[in-house]
């Protein structure tokens, strides 16, 4: 009888579905009943072992949690992630070639750009000997489920390795020129991956950022590869690869051989060099990346560049300082860190390059290829270390030192740069180290320019004149030879700038004085000094070079004359005027006005160079300043069609031109 009134009140307590049923039983849709009316929990409930709940109580999404569920929200957001990776991937395999294209391409790929690509990412202890042969695996560029950052990440690689093919080489089988297939590659992947913040949680994601960066410095386009590696810094600083023992970072591929401290070396190395070279600040001040302490000097030899980052933010710093005298001292401080440094590295290490009976796509031409690429790095921060006081006034002990330290490094840069452009033209490897030599030939001329304004005592570089003038006109031959084998707007201007310097350094070792037939009557003599050399730095002032010494001229002294002058333009962009006295009658030398190979750099019109750089302004006419800057300076990220020297002109005289103020 008991029993049978125990069911009977059951019964009674069974609520109405879909209005007192707790929310399990409702989610289920099974009956909802108590056992007692006191109860706090439902008979299903209890079974389960689940909290009873109200369909009235407000939802918490602990609630969900302690179901063993994930939050309605996850479940969203894996699904939305995975959609839009699958969006990614179709829209990446839509760029690549055909099939039969891609297995063309990679057998026309070279051995260096692999060696290139493995060299920055492993420990920099191994052996260069010992490194494994990573290929290009072909259904990894096509096979559909694939990761799109790891897609991505090939298609960086294969473009990486078709900079190395020459552009005038026809490759029989392609729709398309394999050039027009290398950018096609390159801008997707970056378009949309390395650019994608959502994939950027990854160490894949990160080094995709660092070839993104290598790939604009081997086309030239190095603001563009300073802001990709400025982007890697801070996404290497979100990963926690600045504090060893607090990653934070994922990995999709665990098979990946990716080292993250010598990933971070490699960024904050490029991301000082770029900083430094164009004269931007770092975002790197202070950090301090943890090396083995037990490398042997040989290990070192195998990347200079790296070793000498901290001297790098130290000159970086030191270009910040107003105050002379403290400039000064820190100069002195980092060019004895400099020596220690060298003394520490084996002789073996200094001995000249040596290319002979060396086959191109060798590991021996690859290792004599990178120990050049140091050498030429470790002079660039000598010469950057210095060249604030190479055109200062006074002749003190350090200002002759400095001077003297400017030419020497400058000579070692050219050798270098002209061997290897001697050895392979045709790679793109060390295209940075182009943009080096430049700045090399431009410091070793006006080196001699300036020593021609003072006495016969003092000057220190006249013995040296033939040669340096004979090592940079053959830097000039490398430079001609490969403005036409790569159709290269970048080396055509180089060499018509470096031409140009030499034919104004000609005529300032004479004096300044013109020929007999050009100087016939008096009335052509010009009414200013013609012994004076002039150099207009645009918004920034102007160095002038007379025989009574160097001096700055600010730009307020300078802008209001720019129309009278029909100077020399280099760069190609109108940034910097060198403007030598000249007489009427002669003609002035516009380095725009060099031409390059037809068909240099296939683009569409709008992506020219500028017309008006190669306009002369009308005497009296005073530009328009506005107008001015817009043509003078493109966009930060412009390429090289657009901004043929990058900055690094400006930059070079505006270091020139404060050490200049200071003296």
């Given at each position: ?394 002749q003190t002990a350090d200002v002759v030192y400095s001077g003297i330290a400017c030419a020497n490094a400058s000579r070692e840069i050219l050798t270098r740069e002209i ?245």
């Open positions: 009888m008991s029993a049978a009134s125990d069911e009977s009140a059951a019964k009674r307590r069974k609520v109405r579905k879909g209005t007192h049923c707790c929310r399990e039983c409702r989610r289920r849709k099974v009956k909802c009943t108590f056992a007692a009316p006191d109860d706090d929990s439902c008979i299903s409930c209890g079974r389960r072992g689940t909290k009873c709940v109200s369909q009235f109580a407000l939802q918490s999404p602990d609630l969900v949690l302690t179901r063993g569920l994930s939050p309605p929200s996850d479940h969203a957001r894996t699904a939305t992630q995975t959609t839009r990776h699958s969006k990614i991937t179709q829209a990446l395999l839509r760029a690549l070639p055909s099939p039969r294209e891609v297995e063309i391409l990679l057998g026309k790929v070279s051995r260096l750009s692999t060696l290139c690509y493995q060299s920055g990412f492993k420990l920099k202890s191994s052996s260069l000997q010992d490194l494994p042969l990573e290929q290009i695996v072909i259904p990894s560029l096509q096979h559909p489920e694939a990761h799109p950052v790891l897609l991505a990440r090939q298609m960086l690689l294969l473009a990486a390795a078709l900079q190395h093919t020459s552009p005038t080489e026809v490759i029989s089988g392609l729709d398309q020129h394999h050039h027009v297939i290398m950018e096609e590659l390159a801008e997707s992947a970056i378009a949309m991956v390395t650019t994608n913040d959502c994939l950027m949680g990854t160490l894949e994601g990160l080094e995709n950022i660092i070839l993104e960066g290598f790939f604009h410095i081997d086309s030239g386009n190095i603001r563009r590869a300073w802001l990709a590696i400025r982007r890697a810094a801070t996404t290497a600083q979100l990963l926690g690869l600045h504090q060893p023992g607090h990653y934070r970072f994922k990995k999709i591929n665990d098979k990946n051989d990716l080292d993250p401290n010598v990933m971070w070396i490699c960024i904050i190395s490029m991301e000082r060099v770029l900083s430094l070279l164009l004269g931007l600040p770092t975002s790197t001040v202070g950090t301090s990346p943890t090396t083995s302490g037990n490398k042997n000097s040989s290990q070192m030899s195998g990347n200079l560049s790296s070793l000498i980052m901290q001297i790098t933010a130290r000159i970086l710093e030191r270009n910040q300082v107003r105050v002379p005298q403290q400039a000064q001292g820190m100069t002195r401080d980092i060019d004895r860190e400099l020596i220690r440094m060298t003394e520490q590295l084996p002789s073996s290490f200094w001995q000249p390059i040596a290319f002979a009976g060396l086959e191109v796509d060798s590991v021996e031409a690859f290792c004599e290829t990178r120990r050049a690429w140091d050498h030429m790095c470790y002079y660039t921060v000598v010469n950057q270390l210095h060249l604030p006081y190479m055109l200062c006034q006074s061997a290897i452009r001697t050895f392979n033209p045709v790679t793109a490897c060390c295209r940075i180290g182009d943009f080096m030599a430049l700045i090399a030939g431009m410091t070793l001329i006006l080196a001699h320019l300036a020593s021609h304004g003072q006495t016969e005592v003092n000057r220190l570089l006249a013995h040296q004149r033939s040669s340096d003038r004979a090592t940079v006109e053959r830097a000039l031959e490398c430079m001609h030879s490969m403005s036409e084998l790569h159709e290269d707007v970048l080396a055509a201007e180089c060499a018509a700038l470096l031409k140009n310097l030499l034919s104004i350094e000609a005529r300032a070792a004479r004096g300044y004085k013109t020929d007999a037939d050009e100087t016939q009557s008096s009335e052509y003599q010009p009414t200013n000094n013609p012994n004076a050399l002039v150099i207009r730095v645009p918004y920034l002032g102007a160095i002038r070079i007379a025989p009574e010494g160097i001096t700055s001229v600010p730009y307020s002294e300078t802008g209001q004359d720019q129309g009278h002058h029909a100077g020399v333009t280099i760069g190609g962009i109108g940034s910097i005027q060198i403007e030598p006295s000249t007489v009427p009658g002669q003609s002035s030398v516009n380095s725009t006005s060099y031409i390059p190979p037809q068909g240099a750099r296939t683009q569409a019109p709008s992506d020219s160079l500028p017309q008006q750089h190669t306009t002369q302004l009308l005497p009296g006419r005073i530009p328009d300043e506005v107008s001015e800057k817009d043509h003078m300076f493109p966009d930060a990220a412009a390429s090289i069609d657009d901004w043929v020297f990058q900055g690094f002109d400006t930059a070079f005289f505006d270091v020139l031109m404060r050490g200049a103020e200071d003296a």
